[in-house]
């Protein structure tokens, strides 16, 4: 089970336990508290109604007609109110008025009048100073049947007179309770799932902040070209083991790649520094000033110089490409016109070209452009420029094309000479493997091909070579529908702008 779904799970556990006690006491509490405030009103009820009938009580008028035809006539009224959504049509106070001795004298239901009330409390307790109130059931068992009653005294002075008391049914209050608890239900749900998709989102959010380090680091660990990724964390403890990562494989890449290539370094560097160790040993040994002994003499200069140029490109290369592979990411990345690059180093190489009397050929699609580093293209199509005219032979061709492929855009080296041997395409971007130039037969430090491939990785484009035809690239070129124009084509490949 991944760290994030074990994270959403007791989430989700801690969001329903939470939300159940809170809405079940909630719940609970909206019944009471609805009572509650229609007792109190009940209580200004009756005390308003206290005054009101006091002098009908102290001048004995009151069982008379009219002010049971009044008590009828507001049982009898409907209101048509419309109050949050809970619409009322009747009015649901019963109102009963007692001597001092508890006898009904007056009933807006017309059905007590003359009975003894002395015995139930909201009478009992007011004729006795306290506060009246009771709770009774119409029918036995049903909860929903209970009635309110809640009484104020008739007072003369001090004296108590009667008792005036106002009931309320429970049934009429209970839609305003269950629109109550339906609202209330509907906002915790929503709330619940709010939170619930709020977990999700930070579960799976947090996960793939972890992912991205696990990744980085199994991508270092395997010594690949890996770049932090850039966390929306601003402090914490993701932040700081992102942090410790990087500097972490900073260290750990310096060290190993120092000791890589100075192993490497030490190996490629014998050949060059024994062939030049030996002609000096040869130079330092007395000579008879004879022709041939000069030119022998003059062999070893030119061996020493050339060894001494091979170590110069070599170190050269070699810092160049340990260069763009401690690179993690591009640098100043600017847009760049590769047709304008192409012939900028055609123009380099102008007067090698005319030297071997090759032809170039160019077929470019408008608007070339890339983002990349400038420096790092310019190196990487210089040398396969290079090694396209070292392959090329007297007279040979050299096509350059740039050509979009949906929102790719390929550039093709291809130059006419011999194929590549099939044993050979696996290691060509291998570091320090070389091919024989036909010309010489002599190799190359064998770094070219490989900064190619560093500087694609970092350009997340493509490189690919393969033994081609030049007819299959373009047949508008001269000569191309010749069997003989073979030659090699190194196609690369840029992501589109």
Same mark, same amino acid.
């Given at each position: ?7 959403? *799970? ?24 609805v009572?509650?405030?229609?007792? %109190? ?5 009756a ?6 009938l ?24 409907t ?34 009048? #003359?009975?003894?009330? !002395? ?15 009771r =709770? +009774?059931?119409?029918? %036995?068992g049903?909860?929903s049947s ?27 209050? /209970?839609?305003?309770?269950?629109? $109550?608890? @339906?609202?209330?239900?509907?906002l915790? #749900?929503?709330?619940?799932l ?15 902040e ?10 270092? !660990? ?7 990724? &850039? =966390?929306?964390?601003?402090?914490? &403890? ?15 890449? #310096?060290?190993a ?10 190996? &490629?560097?014998k ?13 330092? $040994?007395?000579?008879?000033? $004879?022709?041939?002994?000069?030119? /022998? ?14 170590? /110069? ?12 592979? @401690? ?25 090698? *070209? ?10 470019? $699609? ?23 005219l ?7 061709i ?12 390929q550039?093709?080296?291809?130059? /006419?000479?011999? =194929?590549?041997?099939e ?15 036909? @010309? ?5 430090t ?7 491939? &560093?500087?694609?990785?970092?350009h997340?484009?493509?490189? +690919? ?10 047949p508008n070129?001269?000569?191309a529908? =010749? ?5 090699? +084509? ?8």
């Open positions: 089970m991944s760290l994030s779904l074990r994270i959403f *799970i007791i989430y989700m556990l801690f969001v329903a336990l939470c939300s159940y006690f809170v809405l079940r006491t909630v719940m609970e509490e909206i019944r009471p508290g009572r509650q405030s229609t007792e %109190e009103t009940l209580v200004d009820t005390n308003l109604l206290a005054e009101f006091r002098e009908p009580m102290l001048n004995n008028q009151i069982n008379k007609d009219f002010y049971a035809d009044i008590f009828r006539a507001y049982g009898q009224r209101p048509n109110a419309n109050i949050w959504g809970v619409n009322k049509f009747a009015v649901n106070h019963r109102i009963y008025v007692t001597d001092r001795n508890g006898i009904v004298l007056l009933d807006s239901n017309n059905i007590a009048v #003359g009975q003894d009330y !002395s015995r139930w409390n909201d009478v009992y307790l007011t004729l006795q100073g306290k506060y009246g109130a =709770s +009774s059931h119409e029918q %036995e049903d909860e209970s009635i309110m009653y809640v009484a104020a005294p008739i007072k003369n002075g001090d004296d108590i007179i009667g008792v005036v008391s106002v009931a309320k049914p429970n049934r009429s209050v /209970q839609p305003f309770i269950d629109r $109550t608890q @339906q609202r209330l239900g509907i915790g #749900g929503s709330l619940i709010l939170g619930l998709l709020s977990g999700a989102v930070f579960s799976w959010w947090l996960s793939r972890l992912r991205k380090l696990r990744e980085y680091a199994v991508s270092v !660990s395997q010594g690949e070209r890996a770049i932090i990724p &850039e =966390s929306k964390i601003a402090s914490g &403890e993701l932040r700081q083991l992102a942090q410790a990562l990087e500097s972490m494989r900073s260290e750990l890449d #310096g060290k790649y120092i000791e890589r290539y100075v192993q490497t370094l030490a190996h &490629e560097l050949s060059p520094l024994a062939g030049i160790r030996a002609a000096a040993e040869l130079l330092q $040994t007395p000579l008879l000033q $004879t022709p041939e002994n000069q030119q /022998q003499r003059q062999r070893f200069i030119v061996n020493i110089d050339t060894e001494s140029l091979r170590l /110069q490109h070599l170190i050269e290369r070699l810092l160049n490409l340990a260069l763009v592979e @401690q690179q993690q990411s591009l640098h100043d990345p600017k847009s760049i016109d590769l047709n304008r690059l192409c012939d900028e180093l055609l123009d380099n190489q102008i007067a090698r *070209i005319a030297q071997q009397s090759i032809q170039i050929h160019k077929d470019y $699609t408008p608007s070339a452009v890339v983002v990349g580093e400038v420096f790092l293209l310019h190196q990487a199509f210089n040398n396969l420029l290079e090694n396209a070292d392959f090329t032979p007297h007279g040979g050299i096509f350059m094309q740039t050509i979009k492929q949906g929102e790719h855009l550039v093709s080296i291809f130059n /006419q000479g011999e =194929s590549i041997p044993f050979a395409f696996a290691r060509l971007t291998e570091r320090f493997f070389s091919l024989p130039r036909p @010309q010489t037969g002599k190799k190359s064998g770094l070219g091909l490989s900064f190619v491939q &560093e500087v694609m990785d970092l997340a484009g493509k490189l +690919s070579i393969m033994n081609t035809r030049l007819q299959d690239l373009s070129v001269p000569h529908h =010749s069997l003989a124009t073979t030659g090699v +084509s190194v196609i690369l490949e840029f992501p589109g702008v």
